[in-house]
């Protein structure tokens, strides 16, 4: 039972080069959700997802774009990568808007050079 | 815009102690939940506990517990019987609209 799969799980850039995060989950969930992770300021939502083919912006949308083409494929890219965008990222998905726990993926660390 | 406050960056508890983390929080909305997430070195996403804001009753989840203050916008861990597996950064946040709000986090030490 895989749950929420990341990949890459590490990843170093260089400023200005293109990249896409996929996050894949096995368990028909509807939601899926994409956050970032740096010291000191917790977990900050970047977009999400309610549903095929809808994505929508979170706190922190700047210089990321995301798709959801196939509901269990959720993919953040990023197309000009700058050194403000080295956190850790981390997928999630859900079945009930939220309201319920989140399955989170085990995390890509992106550093930009 | 809610906001999630942890105002204890780092705690530490000795061994077999009872210790409390607190969470804040800021919102208009009447009907939302609330969760404590806790994540080891191992960086995984783990849910401790979780509370319905309709439900007076505070959650309890083997040693963890809450102290949910609806009127005061608070909503404390306790940790009773600490173990060393709960060392961990722990989140405080909070859910409505599908939206997830997560606390800044608070660093637990365990001592043995």
């Known amino acids: 039972n895989a749950g929420v799969t990341q990949t890459p799980k590490f990843r170093v850039l260089k400023t200005g080069q293109s990249m896409t995060l996929l996050c894949a989950q096995d368990?028909?969930?509807?939601?899926m959700y994409w956050y970032r992770q740096d010291p000191g300021m917790g977990l900050r939502l970047i977009h999400y997802s309610v549903g095929e083919g809808t994505t929508a912006k979170g706190e922190v949308p700047d210089g990321y774009n995301v798709s959801r083409l196939k509901k269990q494929n959720f993919l953040l890219g990023l197309e000009s990568a700058a050194p403000s965008q080295t956190s850790v990222y981390f997928c999630?998905?859900?079945?009930?808007?939220?309201?319920?726990?989140?399955?989170f993926g085990s995390g890509t660390q992106l550093s930009v050079l | 815009a809610q906001t999630v406050t942890q105002s204890q960056p780092e705690m530490s508890v000795q061994e077999a102690e009872t210790v409390t983390l607190s969470c804040t929080y800021d919102t208009s909305e009447s009907d939302y939940y609330l969760f404590w997430y806790k994540q080891p070195p191992s960086r995984q996403m783990i849910l401790v506990i979780r509370?319905?804001?309709?439900?007076?009753q505070n959650a309890t989840e083997n040693r963890f517990s809450v102290n949910f203050q609806k009127a005061a916008k608070s909503f404390s861990l306790k940790i009773s019987d600490s173990q060393l597996g709960d060392a961990a950064m722990y989140f405080c946040?909070?859910?409505?609209?599908?939206?997830?709000?997560f606390g800044k986090g608070t660093l637990l030490t365990v001592n043995p």
């Open positions: 999630a998905s859900n079945n009930d808007l939220g309201y319920e726990k989140l399955f």
């Open positions: 509370q319905e804001a309709y439900k007076q």
């Open positions: 946040a909070y859910c409505s609209n599908y939206k997830l709000t």
């Open positions: 368990m028909n969930h509807e939601y």
